[in-house]
């Protein structure tokens, strides 16, 4: 499946689909949940908008995502912003070894990736203390817009619930920019 969406994606980053820029405003409104310093991953970076808005915050970023396309976007952005970022190519699914050894991290970011299997990983890969956050349309989505299609989609409520043994220190489910259905979850190790 994830080769699939290797060479999916670099087409599609390949191609003249329009990488976005901005960041979502329904992660720039959780600045007061981010520290500003730290090691931040971007999970499924992309062209990287929301890791280089997190490094532009001062924290020492990695975008890693599973198309070397997309991340060179994001480094070429990062550059003509003059903010460092470093960039791997991972299979964030189905190369655990690859993803053990990107190591431990202050914030850990997830936006537009169903990351469903990956929450024990998020857990033990945090600092103490460390923040997650995820930021995903769930399937009242499909309500408006028929894409992400339903295999994308996290079920109503469904989030909360894979948080796990994180504090949660903020969850809300709605209709919110970019007139998405989305689940917001921002949760701390303790
Ligand atoms: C909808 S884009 C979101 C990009 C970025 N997070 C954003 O919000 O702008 C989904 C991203 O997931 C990446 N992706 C898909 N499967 C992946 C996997 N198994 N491991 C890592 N990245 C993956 C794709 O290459 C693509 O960049």
Redesign the pocket.
Known sequence: V?EF??QK?NAK?GSDFK??REP?VVLTSLERFLPSKGRGL??????G??GIWLANRGLDVTL????SA?LAIAEQRAAEQGVAVKTVV?????DPTGRDALGQWDVIL????LPRGLFPWFVEHLTPGGTLVVIQPTITNLERHDR?PRDFLLESGELRGLAGPLDVLHYEEGWLADDRHDAVLVARKV
């Open positions: 994830s969406d290797r994606w980053y990488v976005p979502s971007d999970v499924a970076a992309g062209g908008r929301h890693a995502d599973v198309s997309g991972v299979d964030m699914l189905d997830s936006v537009c990736f992400p």
